[in-house]
């Protein structure tokens, strides 16, 4: 009776090493795997009064930007924050987000900049004379960033995305909700083609704009 045993267990552990080599990883080995802040899509929750805000007013402003440009130019906006209220993207690994690259899932943190606020932001994008606006998903934020909040997802995914070390949706867009504790967001950044891009962001009373390069 031993010995049926023992090669019972024997493909048991074959199996479960076959599935493991195959990309299979149980919870405890994906503690171990995924590098610290990558949690799944499914275990990330936006801020708990993102849902009881009015988001109309913001909703149903158009996107504005729709220079023309002279070809071959694209005067993307400096790094230095504005003057009046808004976020800017910071880089939260070594890329310009100013210049950045296409087929590539970006990480950019969202720094609110300006002066103090407390109420949604709503962050959308698009393409200055051409298709395809800018696509956002959400990214985890650093387990040190303390004055960080996940954004909430604007509208419906456009399409799906998997990496080494996350799974997640595209929107066009984001809502962020500042006040105290929560002043900057994380989010992936994915754009098709190269061109001249816009950030479009509303909140209040006020609505900004900056300009960004997509290179091949």
């Avoid at 076959?18 to 080995?29: F, N, T």
């Avoid at 994008?125 to 395809?132: A, D, F, H, K, N």
């Avoid at 006040?179 to 992936?188: D, F, H, L, Q, R």
Wanted: hydrophobic share 40%; aromatic share 10%; charged share 15%.
């Amino acid at each position: 009776m031993r010995r049926p045993v023992l090669l019972a267990g024997s493909a048991l552990v074959l199996v479960l090493a076959s599935a493991i080599w195959l990309g299979w990883k149980p919870a405890s080995l994906r503690d171990v795997l995924w590098p610290p802040g990558a949690a799944r899509s499914a275990e990330l929750k936006p801020p708990a009064n993102a849902l009881r805000l009015d988001w109309s007013s913001l909703d149903s402003r158009p996107l504005q930007n729709g220079t023309a440009l002279p070809a071959g130019s694209c005067p993307v906006s400096n790094a230095h924050p504005p003057a009046s209220l808004g976020v800017i993207p910071e880089p939260a690994v070594a890329i310009n987000p100013w210049r950045l690259p296409t087929h590539r899932y970006t990480t950019i943190m969202w720094q609110l900049v300006g002066g103090p606020y407390a109420g949604p932001i709503l962050l959308r994008g698009g393409r200055i004379g051409g298709e395809g606006p800018p696509l956002l998903g959400i990214s985890p934020a650093p387990s040190d960033a303390s004055d960080s909040s996940l954004p909430l997802p604007d509208g419906h995914p456009v399409r799906a995305a998997e990496t080494d070390q996350n799974f997640f949706s595209l929107y066009t867009g984001m809502r962020l909700v500042a006040g105290p504790g929560a002043e900057s967001w994380w989010t992936y950044v994915y754009i098709e083609t190269p061109g001249c891009y816009f950030w479009q962001e509303d909140y209040g009373a006020g609505t900004g704009h900056l300009i960004f390069e997509a290179i091949s």
